[in-house]
């Protein structure tokens, strides 16, 4: 995967902290280089969990839903859909399901660090 692992990370640090002035530079410049299938759907994925939360009318509306429960919920299940292997899931989709399932995962991460809730 030639997307730059450290980008990737400091990406979803920002966006897990609300720095999305941050993190929208990080996708214009993994958008420069050639991506394969499985990047563009992580690259997409990437544009999405921005977009969704920066919350549109609703700043910080998703926020309020990374929860520890609702994030292993959800965790959960992107790992089964990443295991099925089906031929009806292509590379793309598994970039951009494994795109969600690193933003959980990162989210974890802090909630390790911060306590229950993000805020």
């Not at 910080?60 to 089906?86: G, I």
Request: glycine content about 6%; hydrophobic content about 35%.
């Amino acid at each position: 995967m030639p997307l730059n692992d450290e980008l990737v990370k400091r990406f979803f640090d920002h966006v897990v902290k609300g720095e999305y002035s941050k993190a929208e530079p990080i996708i214009k410049e993994l958008s420069q280089s050639e991506l394969s299938e499985w990047e563009l759907g992580y690259l997409n994925a990437m544009n999405g969990v921005l977009l969704s939360m920066r919350g549109g009318d609703k700043p910080y509306a998703y926020r309020s839903l990374l929860e520890e429960r609702f994030v292993k919920k959800y965790e959960v299940r992107f790992k089964e859909v990443l295991k099925l292997d089906q031929p009806f899931l292509d590379d793309y989709e598994k970039g951009y399901f494994r795109c969600w399932l690193d933003l959980l995962n990162t989210v974890l991460e802090h909630l390790d660090v911060d306590g229950e809730k993000l805020s």
